[in-house]
């Protein structure tokens, strides 16, 4: 048998018996062919072995460490690349009961890490079913070693990503928030959802720098006068992008959950009020711009006008007649309901919506108010629109149509973002330049002159002109006379407008240092003056000579108000 | 036989070389991981420190910090002044000519 005679030359092999001298030889070359094949065998071996690890797959190294991948929610900057949210990495510590053996330990062992929970609540969530079961969101990596060096089985640590708004409260509103699974709630971080959640960067037109400052003067005058709250902007004219909007009270987005209904609520662009004698502006634009009106006409404002029951009566009576810059200067509102009837409804009303004030703004943010604008838009719904009753828009709707009128008469949307330099601005010419040069050399007579209702924004050298507005709030289906909410309106500088303010304060009180005045001109128009100031060096506007006659001829040759010569200057 | 052998010497000559190659690839595939996981946690340590940086220099707290401890307040308007209110050096022509000529005027 073949195998046999194998095994006995393995054998031999191996362990040989003393060979007969005649088979040796054959048993030597036995050795050779086996020690052949056995380097061969050993040979294909490594080869094949070689060939296998040189082609197999490399093992894939998973990540241990925290990441931010590409896809981390974008950052929103203001327009000069200042951070006001953004996404950071954080440790969330959590606990998996299936592997606690011993709960009640291992909650008196963690429970001094852990302080937003106490022990009866650690346990609870220490013995409740699943396998996710979260005990801290914010941890800290101090807090984060603490607790791995206890080295509690059933207790782990998972990275995660936190949104975070380093500026507080600064244009909270603007901003808005996120939900726990970092999902736009409010604000921009709603509206831009999408493209923050693709992980690009969103820049708005918010100059945090000047934020701070509006903030600032807005919250002294409100504290001032004891008032409610209030709300306030800043319009670039030439561009309509808002560089600074403010709603107080305001809230900390970082803790969003703690704050009130109240807080939340964003008076710039989702409240809509009757905004009050800041409409003459507009009345007056109109008037000028159809001819139903022009500079040379007057008209007698002593008698009240008897409408539908009620009274049109001035805040002080004027006496005889009076022209139109007299009517804005002096904020008549017989004045102004006498030109609205030379207007006429339907007129007004076209112009009113050309200005964008009877559609909700196209402002980027869900925190958007609607108009309420009267059905029937009668002879005296004209009257009363006149002087800023009977129709309530946001405040960010008034600033954009006022910046039309008070600046070179195109009417721009305002925005949020930052515009691309590159991308030309959709401007809709509302008002011719003679209309607008007229305008604004009128608010500007408003601050300026002694008879204005807005002396107190005076900001010397800057030009500023503006309007103040003081309208009842509406309570009970009617006004409440003791409650007001004043605001007034600022461009400047008055020769050439860069730039718009709007401030509102809700419900001051008259105080001493204030004669217990509660008006626009006593409550708002001190503030305006400080912005200006503050802000005027940071924007580039340089105070104005008003004798040069490059900056003289963008105003009206000076006017008589008062039977005097009105001037413009401020130095 | 002997071609035998040759092919085998080959063949594990072949296969040491892709093993190496392999090595190599797979060390540096090692030192690429490395590399991104140390840019992803510096990535991340950027994204702290820009925060907490914002956070330092939020103009509120500037504003606050330069009224209390520097006493700093707004630009006055009389403190600006337009460019050409400036007086300007007289220009080197003048000074040359003033000189009596280029050669006489030490630059």
New interface residues.
Partial sequence: MWHFKFLNICRNLLWPSHPEPSKSRKIAVHRLIFS?FA??LI??L??????A??VSK?KT?K?A????DDRVRGAILDQKG??LA????VNILYADPKHIFNPREVASALLPYVPKLDKQTLMKRLTKKGRFIELDRKLTPKRHSAILQLGLPGIYVKPATIR?Y???R?AAHIIGAVDRDNRGIAGIEKSQNETLSSGENVYLSID??L???L??SLDTQIKKFEALGGAALIININTGEIIAATSLPDFDPNHIMTSTDVARFNQVTKGVYEMGSVFKVLNTAIALETGAFDMQGTIDVSKPIRVAGNFINDYHPIKGSIGLAEILVRSSNIGSAHISQLIGPETQKKYMKQLGLLAASPIEIVENGIPLVPENWSHITAMTVSFGYGLSVSMVQAAAAIAAAGGDGHYIAPTLLRRNTNEPIKKVRIFSTETSMAVRSMMRLVVSNKIGTGKFAD????LVGGKTGTAEKVENKGFNRKANRVTFVATFPANDPAYLIMMMVDEPVGQQHSYNYATAGWVVAPAIKDIV??T??ILGV??VDITKPENSQNLLPPLILDGKEAVYASF | MRFVLLSCLIIAMLGSGLYFAKLTVDEQYRTLKKLEQEISSQTEHNYVLKAEWTFLTRPERLLRLSNSLLGMNSITPERILPISSIPMRRSATKLIKNAGGAKNVAF
Wanted: aromatic residues 8%; without cysteine.
């Fill in positions: 052949g380097m061969l040979f294909v490594i080869g094949a072995q070689s060939i690890l040189a490399t190294y990540h460490y925290t990441t931010i200042r951070i953004s996404t950071v990495p975070i380093p500026q507080g600064e945090t720098g934020q701070t400052i903030r600032g900001a010397p050298g800057y100031n503050q005027a060096p340089h105070p």
